[in-house]
């Protein structure tokens, strides 16, 4: 075999290599089932209201959606590190979950972050949004 033949060989196996590499470290769920892991679907948190960047009065009402989840015990919620009590309701597939900014915080951006717990490290999720509150 040539210089040119034996190194595009090597190169070709070394691409193809590091693609299956990236392809299987690609994957977000847990261990296989038959390997004696746990398997997992992550949860997801999805239509957050009040949106975006949106500016609210203290003490105001928002709201997201939860899915993939099977008890709503496994989510807490704090908006700028302060912890807030909140509601779900069940709309299967999904949960709606409703909380309130609290009403200590005024004139000032909060990000309010919502955490989803599992017994298996690789299914819980950490997602959130930031909100601007008014004066008033």
Not at 48 to 67: C, D, K, N, Q, R
Not at 112 to 129: H, L, Q, T, Y
Request: hydrophobic share 40%; glycine share 6%; net charge neutral.
């Amino acid at each position: 075999m040539n210089r040119m033949t034996a190194a595009t060989a090597l190169f070709a196996v070394t691409t193809l290599n590091a693609q299956a590499g990236m392809n299987h470290s690609a994957h977000r769920g847990g261990s296989s089932p038959a390997m004696g892991g746990a398997e997992c679907v992550r949860p997801q948190v999805s239509k957050m209201l009040p949106a975006h960047l949106s500016t609210v009065a203290p003490g105001a009402e928002f709201s997201f959606v939860v899915s993939n989840i099977d008890d709503p015990e496994q989510i807490s919620v704090e908006v700028k590190r302060q912890p807030v009590e909140i509601v779900s309701e069940f709309k299967d597939p999904y949960y709606i979950i409703k909380g309130k900014i609290p009403t200590s915080l005024h004139s000032t951006a909060a990000r309010i972050d919502v955490k989803i717990d599992s017994k298996v490290s690789s299914c819980r999720e950490e997602d959130g949004w930031l909100l601007k509150i008014s004066e008033n």
